[in-house]
């Protein structure tokens, strides 16, 4: 630590981390201000409904995605099966996959006019769909089957660590016992992993609250839907704070009753390395039933819409291949440019501080400017939108007093909004890859620079950066690929005029026509990859 630490690097701490924190401050004041009672007609006939929705669907897909992922990670963990190295990144490529994309795809295949019932009807001779029952897709079951199909890895990748990082010697006290590989699995490695499923679940449960694209796709009303229709179908925004409160109040009460029953949870095992003798060796019908549940998977939630993108692709490759195509995609890649760049900066100064300071509160600036993750992207849309609002109209007011004419909806009318509204968001994932280089650096390497007599800037610019620019880079990559794909906040602060891959693509979507947007969302795919390909291979050499 530096004790002499100049005030002004704790003051820029300070604006940034303000900046960050305006929206939300902006969405609860919001929240608290009279509404012309479009808020009361809300909560005496649907709010009750969107509440109810938002919660079933979090536990089904929760509980979906639990089911799915244990299973998976067991079998690459703790098993030797056929085509297991592979299996163990593969089982990530589910997450590069927009959940509306799946949904469509699905929907277009299980539909009453889609090939599957098509063939059923075909074949036992119905008639009419009187004759038989089939599920409906366009459901809140719908949309929880699609959402755990990519939401599912998340749980995946940590079970699969917990599992990897339990100590073979527990492995083979359980062998001495009797105990074979269900045994083991169910009374001794299940509970062990509980502390990193809680995390998933509570992960994959926040995705959920924060979907926009799949239960609008599925006419699903839930909160996310209601931010979105009472602000552009009521015009309210202070009944559109209202329910992005709510919404705020359900995620950081799941991160709370999580943390909770966490409290008190310990566990200490001696670490050793996981090697092939370690893993059971399944026989040959076990084996390839492993492999065949991995396969499933891996074809259910990816591969298979994946293929049905490519087909459409090429038989709609004259329509998707025009100028909108190569503006959009420029458009989208300069804005995760900038994102990207402004995240990476703002999380140079705010960890540095946090690095060098010895005062608590310049430590909690980074942890306050990562709260923005949590918050889905409509909820951060409303809450942008409140302060820019009222900037643009106090600028045009001063304008207009000074005898001058205004510039207009400077803020709100521009990619500005946009952009401060990616860099609230994707902030806490450079603060998060930069914490985690920091912490590879020793601090008597500080000592040394200030003993020379360097001051905090030529600390940060001689010592750290040349240090940290692998972590800087991977923030930026994982930062750039997040601002590629959303699209909640995309679509509530876009200029007039203004499309990006990820809004291009849901508008194909809504309406039935996602064949002619195909190009677009294998574009957003494949750069989808990109991201989880770098993890791999991190996982692979931290081992």
Known sequence: MILGLTRSWSLIGYLITAVLLLPLLALIVQATQ??????????DTVLPTYISNSLLLMLLVGFGSLVIAIPAAWFVARCEFPGRRYFQWLLLLPL???????????????DYAGP?????????????????????????????????????????????TAFMEQSSHFLHASRVMGCGPWRSFWRLALPMARPALAVGVALVAM??????????????????TAVYDTWLGYGSLTAAAKLSAIMLLVVFSMV??????????????????????????????????????????????FLLPFVVLCAYAVDYFSESWDDRFWQYSIN??????????????????????????????????????????????????????????????AIN??????????????????????????????????????????????????????????SPRQLLCSVHLPLLRKGMFAGALLVFIESMKELPAALLLRPIGFENL??????????????????????????GLVPLIYLNRSLEQSR
Request: glycine share 4%; net charge positive.
């Open 34 to 43: 009279p509404d012309e009672a479009v808020f009361t007609h809300l909560f």
């Open 96 to 110: 590069a996959m927009p959940a509306y994309i799946v949904a469509y795809v699905y929907t277009d295949m299980l």
């Open 116 to 160: 599957v019932q098509r063939a059923m009807r075909a074949w036992f001779d119905w008639q009419t769909p009187h004759d038989y029952y089939f599920p409906a897709i366009r459901s809140i079951g719908g949309a929880a089957v699609m959402l755990s199909l990519v939401l599912f890895p998340y749980i995946y990748l940590l079970a699969r």
């Open 207 to 224: 995705e959920t609250a924060a979907d926009f694209a799949t239960v609008s796709y599925f006419a699903v009303p839930t909160l996310t």
């Open 256 to 301: 709370g009753v999580e943390r909770f029953a966490r409290r008190k949870q310990q566990l200490f095992q001696k670490q050793s390395r996981l090697n092939e003798a370690d893993r059971y060796h399944l026989a040959p019908a076990k084996a390839w039933a492993a492999w065949s549940y991995c396969m499933g998977l891996l074809v259910v939630s």
């Open 332 to 393: 989208s890649l300069y804005i995760a440019a900038i994102v990207s760049f402004i995240c990476v900066a703002f999380a140079v100064v705010l960890m540095f501080v946090r690095r060098v300071s010895p005062r608590p509160s310049d430590k909690l600036a980074s942890r306050l400017s990562s709260t923005g993750y949590a918050l889905p992207g409509t909820v951060l849309a409303i809450g942008v939108l409140v302060p820019l609002t009222y900037a643009d109209f």
């Open 397 to 454: 007011d001063l304008m207009a007093w000074f005898g001058a004419k205004g510039p207009g909806l400077l803020f709100t009318g521009s990619v500005f909004a946009l952009i401060f509204a990616f860099c609230v968001r994707f902030v806490a994932i450079a603060i998060g890859s930069l914490e985690s280089s920091y912490k590879r650096i020793s601090p008597s390497l500080d000592m040394a620079s200030i003993t020379l007599g360097q």
């Open 502 to 527: 990820a809004t291009y693509v849901f508008q194909f979507v809504s309406d039935e026509k996602l064949e002619h947007g195909a190009l677009a969302a294998i574009v957003i795919v494949l750069v």
